[in-house]
């Protein structure tokens, strides 16, 4: 049975996560029993799908690595195989440092694992996969690659051009997990608002998203990674009309000031994000924003910063991340400007951020008290069940606490839930 084991282990974000459902699909279809994310892997064969985009991503991926190189050297591993951005991005160099690993794969081309384990890709099986997530909702990948060029990002390095898949492929895909039970999915891509300008030579995501919204079963639909310049606007009228379009938008701003926009190479300016953000709560009523700012990039003033809390502090976002700026090789900002902001005043600039943030979710949250909720149940957890609105996303967003009670709560499902308390992140309810 161990010899038929694969353990599969995904770093990084959910792109990387569903290509990891999508190789296991297929090794379970020529036979073997796979694990993913194995607390304790046991099988003879390991797999890591690694994460390539920033210091500490790469960090894990390498430490991942070489603790499975350690267990093959142990003889307790006979096989080890490395996927995903990192091995995309430095296939050359891995090789040669950590001879350990029997191949290394780019991003791209995990099908050629099959053929090495003596296993044939099955074509018929393309849309299949075998879900990590809980049953009742999955990530839902649209496109790979993106074109923008933005100063600080390897991702185009990696991934290369934007390539959207075709609406026809994508819909089956809906429908095929939808018969298998899930009600909710996260629409992901590295930039989604450039979808369909490759395929049919303009954007078309308001198009794919009331297309998906129209498949019976779909209850939920949550979009990630938006990008603000060229927004199409026509899927404002698809968020209002559609009720089963969560009233929600995950769009990566990075930064406000107009001299960090320009070096950042956003293609934004100041008084555009400003108006998009505006439109965005007028077209959309309740709409919540998720976005990601950056502090520390070259050229980073103290006005610069200032004028990025101000950001904050009147936008007022529902969820905001934030990350300090890492220098990437290959990248324009590495070419082209000095890293000469300290580590301490970057994680400085990080901390005051998030801390401003913390007081807005703080009080965004206290507002639900008294409001009556849609919530899907997640899981069981200790006392709690635990639950989301349209307006979380699962791991990066609040979740909604629900005290275990006698009633039995049914994991997937939907219960309208009365809000009764709330703390900096989290609310606490009880089902009506």
């Keep these: 049975m161990k010899r038929k084991t694969i353990d599969i282990i995904t770093l990084g974000c959910s792109k990387n996560l569903v290509d990891s459902e999508h190789l296991m699909r297929q090794l379970e279809e020529a036979g073997y029993c796979v694990t993913h994310d194995a607390e304790r892997p046991e099988g003879q064969i390991a797999v890591i799908n690694t994460c390539g985009f920033i210091g500490d991503a790469k960090e894990e991926s390498i430490n991942m690595i070489l603790e499975f190189a350690q267990?093959?050297?142990e003889g307790s591993l006979e096989k080890l195989y490395v996927m995903g951005c990192l091995s995309e991005r430095y296939l050359k160099e891995l090789a040669i440092e950590i001879p350990q690993v029997d191949k290394f794969y780019g991003k791209f081309n995990w099908k050629e694992l099959l053929?090495?384990?003596?296993k044939a890709y099955r074509d018929e099986l393309h849309i299949e996969r075998t879900l990590t997530t809980p049953g009742h909702y999955a990530y839902l990948k649209i496109s790979e690659g993106c074109d923008r060029k933005c100063s600080y990002c390897a991702i185009p390095i990696i991934t290369g051009r934007h390539v959207s898949r075709p609406i026809e492929e994508i819909l089956d895909e809906v429908k095929y997990l939808v018969a298998r039970g899930v009600k909710e999915f996260q629409v992901i891509a590295q930039e989604l608002t450039y979808y369909g300008v490759d395929l049919y030579k303009k954007q078309m995501l308001p198009e794919l998203i009331e297309k998906i919204?129209?498949?019976p079963g779909v209850e939920w639909i949550r979009?990630?990674?938006?990008?603000?310049?060229?927004?199409?606007?026509?899927?404002?009228r698809v968020m209002r009309e559609r009720p089963n379009v969560c009233k929600y938008m995950d769009i990566a701003l990075q930064h406000i000031s107009d001299n960090m926009l320009d070096k950042m190479r956003r293609h934004v300016t100041k008084e555009e994000t400003y108006r998009l953000i505006e439109k965005f709560r007028e077209e959309v009523p309740g709409?919540?924003?998720?976005?990601t700012l950056m502090v520390g990039h070259p050229g980073e003033t103290e006005a610069d910063f200032e004028?990025?809390?101000?950001?904050?502090?009147?936008?007022?976002?529902?969820?905001m991340g934030a990350f300090a700026y890492s220098e990437e090789e290959g990248t324009y900002a590495a070419a082209h400007y000095e890293d000469t902001i300290p580590q301490e005043t970057k994680q400085a600039r990080l901390d005051e951020l998030m801390s401003i943030q913390q007081g807005i979710s703080a009080e965004l949250s206290a507002v639900k008290v008294g409001r009556r909720m849609k919530v899907i149940i997640d899981r069981l957890e200790g006392d709690y069940y635990v639950g989301r609105t349209e307006f979380d996303s699962p791991e990066v967003d609040p979740e909604v606490l629900i005290?275990?009670?006698?009633?039995?709560?049914?994991?997937?499902n939907f219960?309208?839930?009365e809000i009764i308390n709330s703390d900096d992140f989290d609310l606490f309810g009880r089902i009506i």
Aim: charged letters at 35%; aromatic letters at 12%; glycine letters at 6%.
């Design 307 to 319: 004028e990025l809390k101000e950001f904050v502090r009147k936008v007022r976002f529902d969820r």
């Design 287 to 291: 709409i919540h924003l998720r976005t």
């Design 223 to 236: 979009l990630h990674y938006a990008y603000p310049a060229h927004f199409p606007v026509d899927l404002f």
């Design 71 to 73: 267990a093959k050297e």
């Design 415 to 417: 219960y309208q839930v």
């Design 403 to 412: 005290e275990r009670g006698d009633k039995v709560l049914n994991i997937g």
């Design 213 to 215: 919204s129209e498949i």
């Design 115 to 118: 053929q090495d384990l003596g």
